[in-house]
């Protein structure tokens, strides 16, 4: 997908939450060697240092991966958010990220924003974003920068699917990112996600995944295991129908 700022993101990667640090590198590897090309990380994660090793580990060219991590909550303010960027790259071993975001909406968001203007100015940062914001705090941003956030990842998938906040980011030309596009694993199980799943012959983790990326929206499933790596993965070659796009939206009704 075209951002805002004429860059190119996958709109399917790989996301790290929870992964222990010590199990990063491997499984990075191994997603980049199943054709995945973007990475979802955070400096609270800690495992940055491993998604580093994974990407030099697959042998696969830095320009070709796209590379998310996000400003740790107690780095916020001009000066140390520049820093908290510096001790990112190092842990990545990169000299740029493709996008970086603020975690979550904090103290000094004006000022920190400031200095994701500067870092992408100066090429450190290639798209900057924002994560878990509401309309005032994005327009807050804007207001005092004229810099709209790139992207704003949110807690979006067809339980909750925030229509709002999503039309709102289409009038800003923002893309959503979906951080928990399963629900932590829980929409497998979700008979409307099962019965859609064996009607297009899929299984329900895969058309929960397409309906993100048939609405526009990017998403990173995390997995820790190779089999549902490929599984996830492999959504690029099937469409819902109207009527099975439908009958997923249906699940926001759903108690
Ligand atoms: P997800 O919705 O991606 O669900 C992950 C869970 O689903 C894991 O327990 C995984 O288990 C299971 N799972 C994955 N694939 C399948 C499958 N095919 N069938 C059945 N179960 C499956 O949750 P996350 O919270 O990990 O969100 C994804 C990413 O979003 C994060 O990794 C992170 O990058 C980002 N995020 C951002 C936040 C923010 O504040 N900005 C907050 C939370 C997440 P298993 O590993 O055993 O396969």
């Known amino acids: 997908m075209t951002l805002n700022d004429g860059s190119v993101i996958p709109q399917f990667g790989l996301g790290v939450y929870h992964v222990p640090a010590d199990d990063t590198a491997g499984l990075v590897r191994t997603a980049l060697q199943l054709g995945y090309r973007h990475v979802d990380t955070a400096q609270g994660y800690g495992n940055e240092a491993g998604v580093g090793q994974g990407l030099r580990d697959a042998g696969v060219p830095r320009e070709d991966v796209w590379i998310t991590t996000k400003l740790d909550d107690g780095a916020h303010g001009y000066d140390a958010a520049q820093r908290a960027l510096d001790a990112s790259l190092r842990r990545l071993g990169t000299d740029h990220v493709d996008l970086f975001l603020v975690h979550r909406p904090g103290e000094a968001d004006v000022e920190t924003?400031?200095?994701?203007?500067?870092?992408?100015?100066?090429?450190?940062?290639?798209?900057?974003?924002?994560?878990?914001?509401?309309?005032?705090?994005?327009?807050?941003?804007?207001?005092?920068?004229?810099?709209?956030?790139?992207?704003?990842?949110?807690?979006?998938?067809?339980?909750?699917?925030?229509?709002?906040?999503?039309?709102?980011?289409?009038?800003?030309?923002?893309?959503?990112?979906?951080?928990?596009?399963?629900?932590?694993?829980?929409?497998?199980?979700?008979?409307?996600?099962?019965?859609?799943?064996?009607?297009?012959?899929?299984?329900?983790?895969?058309?929960?995944?397409?309906?993100?990326?048939?609405?526009?929206?990017?998403v990173f499933p995390k997995s820790a295991d190779p089999g549902r790596l490929a599984e996830n993965l492999a959504i690029t070659d099937f469409t819902l129908s109207r009527r099975e796009m439908a009958a997923i939206d249906l699940m926001r009704r759903w108690k």
């Open 113 to 218: 924003w400031r200095a994701f203007a500067a870092m992408r100015a100066d090429g450190r940062v290639r798209s900057v974003g924002v994560s878990n914001f509401g309309r005032r705090g994005i327009e807050q941003l804007v207001d005092a920068t004229g810099v709209v956030p790139a992207v704003n990842q949110i807690r979006v998938n067809p339980r909750t699917p925030h229509r709002g906040m999503r039309r709102y980011h289409r009038r800003r030309g923002i893309t959503t990112e979906s951080w928990g596009p399963l629900r932590e694993g829980r929409l497998t199980t979700h008979p409307i996600a099962r019965r859609v799943a064996a009607r297009v012959g899929r299984t329900p983790a895969q058309v929960i995944l397409r309906w993100h990326l048939q609405r526009g929206i990017v």
